[in-house]
Nanobody
């Protein structure tokens, strides 16, 4: 599975950004998907996890400001290849939101069939990240 984030940038406090993540995979079935972030010198921090039915759950620092979603999975002609996208709409951004943002995907075997937010950035696969910088 390959994941590629985009949409990061610099914005003033109170502004908005929309991150996207293009995912392509071979013989892979995503179960939990989501986003996490990491600021310089700080621990990895979960942002949002999306369950297979599309319901998203957020960590407290971003609750009410961020909205995560996943597009329907597209099966490419051969049946073994698939692609989908994740999105993270970020509104009312704060300087403390400054970090590298990563999208992530886990199979059912990797997460044990339960989408815990604590698993974000610990197991599964993720991309190279996209930088978000919020100035005051």
């Amino acid at each position: 599975v390959q994941l590629m984030e985009s949409g990061g940038g610099s914005v003033q406090a109170g502004g908005s950004l929309r991150l996207s993540c293009a995912v392509s995979a071979y013989l892979y079935s995503p179960y939990c998907t989501g986003w996490f972030r990491q600021a310089p010198g700080k621990e990895r921090e979960g942002v949002a996890i999306i369950e297979p039915d599309g319901r998203a759950y957020y960590t407290d620092p971003v609750k009410g400001r961020f909205t995560a979603s996943r597009d329907n999975i597209k099966i490419i002609a051969s049946g073994d290849n698939s692609s989908w996208s994740l999105h993270l709409q970020m509104d009312n951004l704060k300087p403390e939101d400054t970090a590298m943002y990563y999208c992530t995907s886990m199979t059912q075997a990797e997460c044990g069939g339960i989408c815990y937010r604590d698993l974000l950035g610990v197991i599964g696969s993720w991309g190279q990240g996209t930088q978000v910088t919020v100035s005051s």
